[in-house]
């Protein structure tokens, strides 16, 4: 996606190898348009599956998904990010996130997941791909099918694509990463 | 906003006094036309002020929130949960929920807010107030001025509706609850 590639390449800071900060426009400040384009742009590329919602992981997809969920008029769920709870009436799994050095779990009610069936995933970003994983484990307590995964932005240099890819799952990422440095800056995938 | 009240009517659900469940169409499950047209009506509503940002704080206010930041044309800004960082680039404040019984920090890079100077905030529950004056603190340290509040759902009965009208804010509920119990069911305000 041209348009996303130039904003990040506008308004993105390449702080290192690994680390890209777009605070400016998708994460901590978020510009409402571009998200409906890529929400658009997701819908798109999905609109021939059978999907009854769209999945996302609080919150940095949120308002990419709400778009997608808007566009091809089904519900958005939000898993939660949260403390395992011991109660009957959720779905749990644990996200270990190497990236951030940190181990939390995801957590959504069943009487919610037990309504869908086959469902895209969305979210901002794909590194390692755990919480990915951990939501896919998730949806599998709940025997939810996922679709398709759609990822605003992938450093296609780290494990999670080729995770995915071995699981044989239909990703679709709209500004891949090859590799990227502060001194020269992004090289794209294609 | 009949249209939400309704909706409240039909699937939530009034667990006791105080609690009230949106998890179908709110918060766990959100269904994104009711977002877009909650969205229309907040921007409708404060479309004559001067802003320059719509903020809300993670997660349930995002989804209505960036479609309030569409329909005006502004960014959204995104108050982060998290601890208490020592960092100087940062804007944080403490928000103490009693509610949920618990205190927890709230943050924003100053690299973002200080790009701003008037703007709406957007949230999906008034109760108590706690996360409002907050955010409220937070946005002083950066004279930032609020121009308005959205709220989607107010349980006027407690302290928060109060003491955002004794600060003298411009306030406006969707759907705003004088008195609940799972026997009676929800008594509107007006």
Redesign the interface.
């Known amino acids: 996606m041209q348009l996303l590639k130039d904003r990040i390449k506008k308004d993105g800071m390449v702080l290192s190898d690994t680390i890209l900060k777009v ?3 998708i ?7 571009l ?2 384009k890529i929400g658009i742009e997701f819908a798109n590329r999905f609109r021939g599956k059978k999907v009854d ?1 769209i999945m996302t992981i ?2 940095g997809g ?2 990419p998904a ?2 997608v ?2 566009e091809l ?1 089904v ?4 898993i ?1 990010k949260g403390k395992s709870k011991t109660a009957n009436d959720v779905y749990t799994s644990t996200v270990k996130s190497f990236t951030k050095n940190k181990v939390y779990d995801i957590v ?2 069943k ?2 997941l037990d309504k869908h069936s086959n469902v895209l995933f969305i979210d901002d970003f794909l590194a390692e791909g755990n919480a990915f994983i951990a939501t896919q484990k998730l949806l599998e307590q709940a025997n939810v099918t996922i679709e398709g995964i759609g990822i605003i932005i992938e450093k296609s240099f780290q494990a999670g694509r080729a995770q995915i890819e071995e699981l044989g799952y239909d990703i679709y990422s709209l500004a891949r990463i090859r590799e990227m440095s502060p001194e020269t800056g992004i090289i794209w995938e294609d």
Chains 1, 2 share one sequence.
């Open positions: 605070d400016k426009f994460n901590q400040q978020v510009d409402p348009l998200m409906k919602a609080e919150a949120i308002a709400v778009f969920a808007l008029n519900p958005l769920v939000v939660k959504i009610n009487s919610i």
